[in-house]
């Protein structure tokens, strides 16, 4: 989340693409999801990047913090992370892909205009 905070700031067109692909995952994720509770906090997370991409604003996009509820974390001996760390992932893995993208479109333009 600190990446896409910083990238907020720095690059906001990046930003709202990368938010757009979360959003486009977490409603592929809530769509194969066969837990009705996780399938509808997956679904309001998709709506608040969703959100996000659209506005260039970065609420707050965590999922709620639920008192007793262990939803969000790994079950006991698990060291995956839970919900959170799959969403992690899933952060990293689109800013990666667009910034590699970025770079990449960027290098081959730069190439070309020398041609």
């Known amino acids: 989340m600190q990446q896409l905070a910083s990238l907020q700031q720095s690059d906001n067109d990046t930003f709202k693409t990368v938010a757009q692909n979360i ?3 977490l409603t592929a994720e809530a769509e194969a ?6 399938q509808q906090m997956l679904t309001e ?12 604003e970065m ?3 965590r999922p709620p913090d639920s008192a007793g509820n262990a939803m969000y974390g790994p079950p006991p001996g698990d060291d995956s992370g ?3 760390g799959e969403l992690e992932s899933l952060f990293e893995s ?3 892909s667009v910034t590699a993208s970025t770079s990449s479109d960027s290098s081959s333009s730069s190439t070309s205009s020398y041609v």
């Open 33 to 38: 999801e066969t837990d009705p509770q996780r």
């Open 94 to 96: 689109n800013l990666a």
């Open 82 to 84: 839970g919900l959170l």
């Open 59 to 61: 609420p707050d996009l």
């Open 23 to 25: 959003a486009d995952d």
């Open 45 to 56: 997370l998709a709506a608040k990047f969703s959100e996000a991409a659209a506005s260039g």
